[in-house]
């Protein structure tokens, strides 16, 4: 038989105690109202909670056993795993009203706190803890509570670390990373007076992982690294892992760090089945470092050429890496990753060529990308692009094939899928710039105008009007 979660959460006595209760209580007096309640008491205490549920519901509000029957109503829905109708059946019940068992009133407490935690409704659960301990000082569900209140204040203290990490104003941010750092805080006070090794009546959480993760979220990552460094290998992976995650979360900005992080853990790991997406992730996020400086460079190239020059080193030492671990990951077809991660980092690897200029490079590269490529296809498409780029920034430009390229593409026509359409937009922005550097302004117009009444999605299309709106403007 399937364990009742009643057990599950350290219930004095179980309902079938209770009924055995209510039942003495009622012997010798017949009430059909009553009689409905009995029968949904011992149906919820046999492991029935939906149809108790079903007999409370035909129990009037002028029922003499109606505030009884909201009670055991609400428990009903806890077993029921209903959290928030729990929360919203309880709203106006005064749970300490002698209308039921005083362990019915404990059990109603004590579900309320797993409700508003399994809800994650961590500013009302304090209170409510408190609460409990006042009224209940002496219940055997205190250690229960306690371990409840520990995870509250991790989560609530992460919670509050991720919310103080995205906000961009910096009083708002020093504000609820004071709130991350007292519940974080308060929480490992919590855990090292904590006698057991881990959560009872949590058993999915790990309270050593919500210890290691605390630290690193407080700062103090030595002492957290110190605690795993004589675990077993599996261990070690999984916290390092999550260390990873974290620091991505809290400080997205740190980049040289986060790099450094990633190195770190797929040369300790290298058998880890999360090797490729690490080394991915590392390619994407040089990739992506080195354009954002490369189009710095572009604007401070005029006014300041040691500045410029320091960010092309920049440009060329985070393309360096990016190439070095996305060609290993090309060269292996992208086995370990999605199909869409794969072509991303196929247009990361060709833009690196495009941006320093190697166009024999990003030639040669192409190739490699259309050999495996079917005609019509995303990889296709790319290819066909960075083809056509070659020959439009060839020595002489070769502008009529380039052209025809980017005609050819642009045939395909929109398929209302942002990757796809991209490259068809992309393949237009190149159509016009060679038509008005080659000075026909008509062809260049001509495609504007096709642009612009496509179906591609609006974003597109404000990217690419943003630019050659004039185009359509002198035309109409």
């Known amino acids: 038989m399937k364990t009742n979660s009643i057990i599950r959460l350290v219930i004095p006595l179980s309902l079938c105690t209770v009924v055995v209760c209510l039942l003495a209580q009622s012997v ?77 009133c404990e059990d109603l407490a004590f579900r309320q706190i797993d409700a508003l935690f399994q809800c994650r409704k961590f500013e009302d659960i304090f209170d409510k803890i408190r609460a409990f301990r006042t009224t209940y000082s002496v219940s055997h ?113 740190q980049v040289e760090k986060l790099l450094e992080l990633m190195n770190q853990f797929v040369n300790e790991f290298p058998a880890s089945t999360n090797r490729v997406r690490i080394e991915y992730e590392m390619a994407d996020l040089s990739f992506e470092v080195a354009e954002r400086a490369w189009l710095e460079v572009r604007d401070v190239t ?51 060529y495009y941006i320093q200029g190697d166009y024999s490079g990003l030639a040669a590269q192409t190739a490699v990308l259309l050999a495996d490529a079917e005609v019509g296809s995303l990889g296709w498409v790319m290819g066909k692009v960075n083809e056509g780029v070659v020959l439009a920034c060839s020595d002489p430009p070769r502008s009529r094939e380039a052209g025809e390229l980017f005609d050819q593409v642009m045939s395909l026509g929109f398929r209302n899928k942002p990757a796809y359409d991209q490259w068809i937009t992309c393949a237009a922005k190149w159509h016009v710039c060679l038509a008005l550097r080659d000075g026909n302004r008509a062809e260049a117009e001509a495609t504007a105008h096709w642009v612009e009444n496509s179906s591609c999605s609006k974003t597109l299309k404000q990217d690419f009007l943003r630019v050659y709106r004039s185009l359509i403007g002198d035309s109409e």
């Open 141 to 253: 569900r205190l250690e229960a509570v306690r371990e409840y209140e520990m995870a509250a204040l991790f989560e609530r203290g992460m919670k509050k670390a991720y919310e103080a990490a995205v906000l961009k104003d910096a009083d708002k941010s020093a504000a609820r990373w004071a709130e991350a750092n007292a519940n974080l805080a308060d929480f490992l006070a919590s855990a090292a007076q904590f006698q057991h090794p881990g959560y009872a009546v949590l058993p999915k959480r790990d309270l050593q992982e919500d210890i290691f993760v605390a630290r690193l979220a407080l700062g103090d990552e030595q002492a957290a690294l110190r605690e795993i460094q004589f675990r077993d290998l599996a261990t070690r992976e999984k916290l390092s892992l999550l260390r990873l995650k974290l620091y991505l979360k809290l400080h997205a900005g």
């Open 302 to 352: 005029r006014t300041n050429a040691s500045q410029a020059a320091e960010k092309w080193s920049h440009v060329r030492r985070n393309q360096a890496l990016g190439r070095e671990i996305a060609g290993r990951l090309l060269r292996q077809k992208g086995a370990g990753l999605e199909t869409q991660d794969y072509l991303h980092l196929w247009q990361d690897y060709l833009l690196s």
């Open 28 to 104: 010798g007096r017949v009430a059909p109202a009553r009689s409905t309640l009995d029968q949904a008491v011992a149906l919820l205490g046999l492991g029935n909670p939906q149809a108790a549920k079903e007999l409370l519901a035909q129990i009037e509000a002028r029922d003499p056993s109606y505030e009884a029957a909201r009670r055991y109503l609400a428990l009903c829905l806890h077993e029921l795993k209903d959290q928030r109708g729990f929360l919203k059946a309880i709203e106006s019940i005064d749970l300490d009203a002698p209308v039921v068992p005083p362990e019915v």
